[in-house]
């Protein structure tokens, strides 16, 4: 039986659809800037800006991608690399910090905490950033796009309270029963908390990919 909506209902769906339609268009917009983009000419771009009509019609850019297809794959490969490397290696040392942060018998858990709260509060700023690249010698390097985006504090602590899932008795009876910390991190703990692996990594990839 096919239930007949009031003049509310019907109104209330339309202004819904209608919002709702709005909205989609404002989300297809950056994708036509784009396009828009692709297809104007670079001087066009610089004297007038962006715009979603091309003031300046040219097919330079894609002219450009077929004549040197290399130095695209080129870029690509770099930020697969980085991306790659830079994912892994975040997951893992996030893992480990988170560990060792959850752990009720780490004496200093708390101040180590405590500081890497801080981090997400109050930032360094640029010129620090930049001084600190500097000395470690990262410049002209794929380090500097890795090590910065290594680890966050978000990410620990996100991993240290996934990691409070795990009961402390599963990994004091596996103390008795003679395993080490690398065994009970890695055998124990880490396959309990597989949906922080997936959560820490896709935050890790679309920091590096940006």
Known sequence: MKVKKTAGQIAFNTVSYFFTGIVSLMCLLPFLLVISASLTSESAIYAKGYALIPPEFSTQAYRFLFEYPQEILNAYAVTVFITAVGSAAGLFLTAMAGYVLQRPDFKYRNVFSFYIYFTMLFNGGLVPT????????????????ILPLLMSAYNVILMKNF????????????????????????????????????????????????
Do not use: C
């Not at 690249?133 to 410049?139: A, E, F, Q």
């Not at 596996?174 to 959560?199: C, H, S, Y």
């Open 163 to 210: 990691m409070r899932s795990v009961p402390h008795e599963v990994t004091e009876a596996a103390k008795i029963d003679g395993a080490n910390e690398w065994i009970i991190f890695w055998r124990i703990v880490m396959p309990q908390v597989k949906p922080a692996w997936l959560t820490v990594t896709i935050f890790a990839v679309q920091a590096l990919w940006n």
């Open 130 to 145: 930049y001084m600190w690249y500097t000395k470690l010698g990262l410049k002209n390097t794929y380090w500097v796009l």
